[in-house]
């Protein structure tokens, strides 16, 4: 079986499934040399433009930069510092519109050149061999360069490999239409790329060299052949001319026949890939430590007037370089960056060239016409028979417009290069690769939020064991240092015994806070008692006093029923009263019957009342009954004034008796019935006088109030 570079010496190469010829239009700009343009009025540098993660700002608004100086530093691995591409001053740091399909604004600096062009300073090395393997890939690094055929992944983690390298494969295939700034930079610059592949070959020490070119490039295939004659490690491949053999998959199974696998690094096979555009920036970088700063550009299609290859300064705006060459004001119709299989359109004339521009394109109307619409996929298959990485399109299609990502990746979207093959023979002119692009982004999202979301639980787990261990250690720690003081204290030894003291202290004051703890708790509940005492106390004077009032309200109602019932016995017999004792104690025993009367003639005055007052056609009867009253009001009064004389009578008339001890002369008199007038009857001669001015003072104001 042959070898591979018995295969490539006898010009056999295999072949990548798919492809598709479209028209080259190479010719437009490949017969005119590379031209330097005119310094742009104002450069937008963008902070990231490679693969990996932006650098750390190093410059501030206002400051004054030489040509070649950092403006940012490398913080992670992936990540590659952007140079000033001239001298002058920072003018604006803010975000501002770049060089990707979606359009998207990023934080830029904004850069105003003075005109001088001055270099920083810089250390020459014209023999790379001085100096470590180390050093160089620093060189690399700090250069800022990173994968200048599209990817952008930073060059230095590439060359930094501990893989055995069997293949360096250097691409110059620059297949895609349009395009050539490839072959006009090996034509004029082929002495100096192969300086980059010296060193690249320093470096990696591969067991062999290729460079593939396809067979449309002559005159830069010989100028290879020519710069590469001392070398026989360093093979040229001429490829036959096919989209997209530039693919990295897609030339190395052309060139050696390998498949890489999905997910595989091109490393785990012993080969590295370079662009031919990256070894002339490697070596510029090295030798003259110059940092990439400028690229070439093709600048072509039909709508310019002059298209050429220009030396374009990275942060120079799309639009200047249109001005370079005379594209029409009006005529903004469709720009693209990159070529027309693998561009994007850009939303404004203002987007700076970054280290992976290598085209502007300026079409015609003919030659991308508007008139194509989107329509439904007729299932033709055309699309799974070019795509070179063998996949399915029109169910990627599908699933990325359901945006099912589970099945996307299973249909192995992250293989599609976006060469756009499958999008050139739609028939139903559907745009496949903005489809792909989009799901693309959304599942790196989505890992990113995943990713995020995994880290925050690996943290509050590494938390939860954190805790829990130092928990243990604690207790271990606790758990031996009672072990050591018990084994002191049995010692027997004259620091035992102190440290014996030293616990029965301790134990003392421990009991001494609980008792102390303990006393205060029992004299706080006595302190609640004592409160609780005061408040019954206060309490039982309260009911007393309202028992008393009672006590003498009752006493009241009843002088006041006895004052009721003498009157009322003085009307019912209109006669003079009779003051003995027997009619006292007679009248003692109606008190309910009168009690009840006077109660009749309130509640029959009460009635009466209103009546008398509304009825305005009986005047003299109020006078009246008014005079009648003030008759037995006075009649109430005698009456209680002789009854007290009686009683007093009464009273004198026992005494006397008693003092005197009748004789048995006197029988017949011991045999009269005789009434002793009880205790509680004595009062009444002092309620019968209250009672009497009380009548008078009614009586009185009865009159006024009548008259």
């Known amino acids: 079986m042959e070898s591979v570079i018995e295969r490539i010496e006898k010009g056999h190469f295999w072949k990548f499934?798919?492809?598709?010829?479209?028209?080259?239009?190479?010719?437009?700009?490949?017969?005119?040399?590379?031209?330097?343009?005119?310094?742009?009025?104002?450069?937008?540098?963008?902070?990231?433009?490679?693969?990996?993660?932006?650098?750390?700002?190093?410059?501030?608004?206002?400051?004054?930069?030489?040509?070649?100086?950092?403006?940012?530093?490398?913080?992670m691995p992936l990540s590659?510092?952007?140079?000033?591409?001239?001298?002058?001053?920072?003018?604006?740091?803010?975000?501002?519109v770049i060089a990707h399909p979606s359009?998207?604004?990023?934080?830029?600096?904004?850069?105003?050149?003075?005109g001088e062009d001055s270099w920083c300073q810089r250390q020459l090395t014209p023999d790379y061999q001085t100096l470590t393997k180390h050093q160089i890939i620093e060189k690399i690094a700090q250069a800022g360069i990173s994968g200048m055929g599209g990817a952008g992944f930073p060059t230095h983690i590439k060359v930094n490999t501990q893989a055995q390298i069997n293949y360096l494969i250097i691409n110059a295939a620059e297949c895609e239409p349009y395009i050539s700034a490839d072959d006009l930079l090996i034509r004029e610059h082929n002495s100096t790329i192969v300086d980059g592949i010296n060193i690249l070959d320093h470096l990696l020490e591969p067991a062999f060299i290729l460079i593939g070119i396809e067979d449309n490039?002559?005159?830069?295939?010989?100028?290879?052949?020519?710069?590469?004659?001392?070398?026989?490690?360093?093979?040229?491949?001429?490829?036959?001319?096919?989209?997209?053999?530039?693919?990295?998959?897609?030339?190395?199974?052309?060139?050696?026949?390998?498949?890489?696998?999905?997910?595989?690094?091109?490393?785990?096979?012993?080969?590295?890939?370079?662009?031919?555009?990256?070894?002339?920036?490697?070596?510029?970088?090295?030798?003259?430590?110059?940092?990439?700063?400028?690229?070439?550009?093709?600048?072509?299609?039909?709508?310019?007037?002059?298209?050429?290859?220009?030396?374009?300064?990275?942060?120079?705006?799309?639009?200047?370089?249109?001005?370079?060459?005379?594209?029409?004001?009006?005529?903004?119709?469709?720009?693209?960056?990159?070529?027309?299989m693998m561009g994007f359109s850009l939303p404004s004339t203002q987007v700076p060239v970054v280290k992976t521009t290598n085209c502007v394109l300026a079409p015609s109307e003919q030659e991308i016409p508007d008139n194509n619409k989107e329509v439904e996929c007729i299932r033709c298959g055309q699309?799974?028979?070019?795509?070179?990485?063998?996949?399915?399109?029109?169910?990627?299609?599908?699933?990325?417009?359901?945006?099912?990502?589970?099945?996307?990746?299973?249909?192995?979207?992250?293989?599609?290069?976006?060469?756009?093959?499958?999008?050139?023979?739609?028939?139903?002119?559907?745009?496949?690769?903005?489809?792909?692009?989009?799901?693309?982004?959304?599942?790196?999202?989505?890992?990113?939020?995943?990713?995020?979301?995994?880290?925050?639980?690996?943290?509050?787990?590494?938390?939860?064991?954190?805790?829990?261990?130092?928990?243990?250690?604690?207790?271990?720690?606790?758990?031996?240092?009672?072990?050591?003081?018990?084994?002191?204290?049995?010692?027997?030894?004259?620091?035992?015994?102190?440290?014996?003291?030293?616990?029965?202290?301790?134990?003392?004051?421990?009991?001494?806070?609980?008792?102390?703890?303990?006393?205060?708790?029992?004299?706080?509940?006595?302190?609640?008692?004592?409160s609780n005492e005061q408040v019954n106390d206060k309490k039982s004077q309260v009911a007393a006093a309202v028992a008393r009032a009672k006590a003498k309200k009752l006493a009241a109602a009843n002088a006041k029923s006895v004052t009721n019932q003498a009157a009322d016995d003085?009307?019912?017999?209109?006669?003079?009263?009779?003051?003995?004792?027997?009619?006292?104690?007679?009248?003692?025993?109606?008190?309910?019957?009168?009690?009840?009367?006077?109660?009749?003639?309130?509640?029959?005055k009460a009635s009466s009342a209103p009546e008398v007052q509304e009825d305005q056609q009986e005047p003299d009867i109020k006078p009246e009954v008014n005079e009648k009253k003030d008759r037995i009001a006075a009649a109430v009064a005698k009456a209680k004034a002789k009854k007290q004389a009686a009683k007093q009578a009464s009273t004198n008339a026992n005494s006397d008796t008693s003092d005197n001890p009748p004789s048995d002369d006197d029988n017949s008199q011991r045999a009269e019935p005789m009434t002793q007038v009880a205790p509680s009857e004595q009062p009444m001669d002092k309620k019968a006088r209250i009672a009497a001015a009380v009548a008078k003072a009614k009586a009185k104001k009865q009159q006024a109030e009548s008259k």
């Open 80 to 96: 590659v510092p952007v140079h000033a591409p001239t001298s002058g001053t920072i003018s604006a740091i803010e975000n501002s």
């Open 570 to 604: 003085h009307l019912n017999n209109d006669t003079a009263v009779d003051t003995t004792p027997a009619n006292i104690t007679a009248q003692d025993d109606k008190k309910a019957k009168i009690a009840a009367a006077v109660a009749k003639a309130k509640a029959k």
């Open 17 to 75: 499934h798919g492809g598709i010829h479209p028209p080259e239009m190479k010719f437009l700009t490949s017969d005119k040399p590379i031209r330097p343009l005119a310094m742009p009025p104002e450069l937008i540098i963008p902070v990231q433009q490679h693969i990996g993660e932006a650098g750390q700002l190093i410059v501030s608004v206002g400051e004054q930069v030489k040509k070649g100086q950092p403006l940012t530093k490398s913080s």
């Open 383 to 530: 699309c799974a028979e070019v795509c070179p990485s063998q996949l399915l399109p029109q169910e990627l299609q599908w699933s990325a417009k359901a945006k099912d990502q589970q099945e996307l990746e299973a249909l192995n979207l992250f293989d599609c290069i976006e060469c756009g093959a499958c999008a050139y023979v739609c028939p139903s002119h559907i745009p496949l690769v903005h489809y792909y692009r989009v799901a693309k982004a959304e599942i790196r999202q989505q890992k990113l939020l995943d990713l995020k979301a995994e880290k925050a639980k690996q943290r509050f787990e590494a938390r939860k064991v954190r805790l829990e261990r130092d928990k243990l250690a604690r207790e271990e720690k606790h758990r031996k240092a009672a072990e050591a003081r018990k084994a002191k204290m049995n010692a027997g030894t004259e620091d035992a015994n102190n440290e014996k003291s030293a616990v029965a202290a301790a134990l003392a004051r421990v009991k001494a806070k609980k008792a102390q703890a303990q006393s205060g708790q029992a004299s706080a509940s006595q302190n609640n008692e004592q």
């Open 103 to 114: 359009g998207l604004e990023e934080l830029c600096i904004k850069l105003l050149p003075d």
């Open 217 to 340: 490039k002559p005159e830069a295939i010989q100028a290879l052949k020519k710069a590469t004659a001392a070398n026989d490690k360093i093979k040229i491949c001429v490829l036959p001319t096919k989209y997209p053999t530039g693919g990295e998959k897609q030339l190395i199974m052309a060139l050696t026949g390998q498949e890489v696998p999905s997910g595989v690094l091109p490393s785990s096979l012993g080969i590295v890939m370079q662009n031919i555009a990256t070894c002339y920036a490697i070596a510029d970088a090295v030798i003259h430590d110059t940092p990439l700063i400028k690229r070439v550009v093709t600048l072509s299609g039909r709508a310019l007037a002059k298209p050429q290859n220009v030396w374009a300064l990275l942060g120079t705006p799309v639009e200047f370089l249109l001005q370079q060459c005379g594209y029409p004001e009006l005529a903004k119709k469709h720009i693209i960056m990159g070529g027309p």
